[in-house]
């Protein structure tokens, strides 16, 4: 997709690029987004979803079609085909969409994380609300929870997580930082399964950031040994919390390891320019394992 995205790395700045569904106004990280494309050619899938409109082919992948109004529930108000090319752990797909508005250069800082309530409401796929300069906002969708829910093949791998073997980390003490509450529940679980103890975790990069300065004020051995975040994250996001990191005499000696959707060519150069010690593709929780392991060693 043709924009001026970020090349700056650790700035928590982001671009999100505000669409149209149902009349409703939502948003997407356009660093999610491979291209915008009109009229397609989509065939039908037998005994699909009903949100699910088939398949189409452009230059030379398949590619699924998603109703996304369908999908949320709501009423379409599309007058011509306008699909978003998606591309994120490792998967791509196209969403269809009402409009395209425009995109909006933002801080994290002005990303809010969704209270209980409402994220009930909407069964968890809002990840954020951007609040605009003019105090109007943007529901950010979890674009990753409605792939799973479409292929949960797309999640994580059960049988890889299963083969975790358990290792002698009793002493290693983590510190996660992730939004989302069911990837902030399972990297636990895998990690406990792996003999990791003590884990504390945290649901975006600055709650992260201050913990490890009252470590820092109290001694990080015994406190902490190594980081895991994510990129996306309301507040701060994994780029700066690492650069933070790496740029404190004190903490710079973690370990941090980048476990994020977004894992491609430019956020690659992005993770190893902030001095992330470790970059991996979510959700490959029996690789972030290993990686944890390989770095404790070292």
């Not at 030379?60 to 978003?84: N, R, V």
Request: proline residues 3%; glycine residues 8%.
């Amino acid at each position: 997709m043709a924009t001026n995205i970020l090349l700056e790395s650790g700035t928590n700045e982001l671009e999100i690029l505000e669409f149209l569904v149902g009349g409703n106004r939502y948003g997407i990280n356009v660093a999610k987004i491979e291209e915008i494309i009109g009229d397609c050619e989509i065939q039908s899938v037998p005994r699909a979803k009903p949100f699910v409109e088939g398949v189409f082919r452009r230059r030379g992948k398949i590619y699924t079609a998603i109703d996304l109004a369908g999908y949320l529930g709501l009423k379409s108000q599309h007058t011509k085909d306008i699909f978003l090319i998606t591309h994120f752990n490792q998967t791509c797909a196209a969403f269809r969409v009402d409009e395209i508005r425009v995109i909006h250069h933002l801080s994290w800082t002005q990303i809010q994380e969704p209270d209980h309530v409402l994220a009930g409401e909407q069964n968890s796929l809002i990840t954020g609300i951007a609040k605009l300069s003019n105090n109007e906002m943007i529901l950010i969708l979890d674009f990753e929870k409605m792939l799973f829910d479409i292929n949960p093949e797309t999640g994580i791998d059960e049988k890889a997580v299963a083969a975790i073997q358990k290792g002698p980390h009793a002493g290693v003490r983590m510190l996660i930082a992730e939004d989302s509450a069911l990837l902030r529940k399972m990297i636990e679980e895998c990690l406990k399964k792996a003999g990791f103890e003590h884990i504390v975790t945290e649901v975006n990069g600055q709650d992260a950031w201050d913990q490890l300065l009252k470590y820092k004020e109290s001694g990080l051995e015994g406190n902490v040994s190594c980081v895991i975040t994510d990129i996306e994250m309301p507040q701060m996001d994994g780029l700066t919390l690492t650069r933070k990191i790496k740029e404190d005499k004190v903490l710079s000696k973690l370990p941090v390891i980048i476990f994020s959707s977004m894992i491609d060519e430019v956020n690659s150069q992005k993770c190893t320019a902030v001095g992330a010690d470790a970059q991996l593709s979510k959700p490959d929780i029996a690789k972030l394992v290993a990686c944890v392991d390989e770095l404790m060693r070292g």
